[in-house]
Nanobody
Framework: QVQLVESGGGLVQAGGSLRLSCAASGRTLSSYDMGWFRQAPGKEREFVGSISTGGGWTSYADSVKGRFTISRDNAKNTVYLQMNSLESEDTAVYYC??????????????WGQGTQVTVSS
């Protein structure tokens, strides 16, 4: 069993940056590929990006490519989502998830509770 807790969300102006963290407990995070998803009001949850167990491979949704970066520190059992050049369209609840690399939610076994990111224009 893995428990995931996201943090770092908040209110930021358009063009600003935020870094989200996803801390794991229960089992070592190094065993899992990790993903980030987000859900905007009135929309379905969507894939943001993912990172392999060792951090050597990452994938991003086209909407965030070049602006967002996923990294991980397995020694700290934490995965990060660095978000730059934020836009109002990035406003959403952001979730980290363990166990997959692909955009499909069904491949991820464990989920955090989410953290709110609000971008003001």
């Amino acid at each position: 069993q893995v428990q995931l807790v996201e943090s770092g969300g908040g209110l930021v102006q358009a063009g600003g940056s935020l870094r989200l963290s996803c801390a794991a407990s229960g089992r070592t995070l190094s065993s899992y590929d990790m993903g980030w998803f987000r859900q905007a009001p009135g929309k379905e949850r969507e894939f943001v990006g993912s990172i392999s167990t060792g951090g050597g491979w990452t994938s991003y949704a086209d909407s965030v490519k070049g602006r967002f970066t996923i990294s991980r520190d397995n020694a700290k059992n934490t995965v990060y989502l660095q978000m730059n050049s934020l836009e109002s369209e990035d406003t959403a609840v952001y979730y980290c998830a363990a166990g997959g690399l692909v955009p499909s939610e069904k491949d991820y076994r464990y989920w955090g509770q989410g953290t709110q990111v609000t971008v003001s224009s």
